[in-house]
Nanobody
Framework: QVQLVESGGGLVQAGGSLRLSCAASGSISSINVMGWYRQAPGKQRELVALIASDGQTNYADSVKGRFTMSRGNAKNTVSLQMNSLKPEDTAVYYC??????????WGQGTQVTVYS
């Protein structure tokens, strides 16, 4: 059973920073892609950032230059460093894992609220 646990959300003033973390446990293929998605009230869930098992990353245009996704030293852990936060970054952030069989898994989500 694969489980993803996120942490690090919270309330921050615009211009501030937050760091989200996600730890995946269970039987996970070494080749995988982990990602962060977010969903704001009344909006569809959208991709924020992806990282492949080789460390290659991709970012949504709206966060490029402000957010950095990286893999941790512990296996199947990732973080999302969010700088220069804006009120429009307010959303529930979800960690996602796609394994070699193309099956995907989701965390429970963590709230990020940015106030001006």
């Amino acid at each position: 059973q694969v489980q993803l646990v996120e942490s690090g959300g919270g309330l921050v003033q615009a211009g501030g920073s937050l760091r989200l973390s996600c730890a995946a446990s269970g039987s996970i293929s070494s080749i995988n892609v982990m990602g962060w998605y977010r969903q704001a009230p009344g909006k569809q869930r959208e991709l924020v950032a992806l990282i492949a098992s080789d460390g290659q990353t991709n970012y949504a245009d709206s966060v490029k230059g402000r957010f950095t996704m990286s893999r941790g030293n512990a296996k199947n852990t990732v973080s999302l460093q969010m700088n220069s936060l804006k009120p429009e970054d307010t959303a529930v952030y979800y960690c996602n894992l796609v394994v070699l069989s193309n099956r995907d898994y989701w965390g429970q989500g963590t709230q990020v609220t940015v106030y001006s």
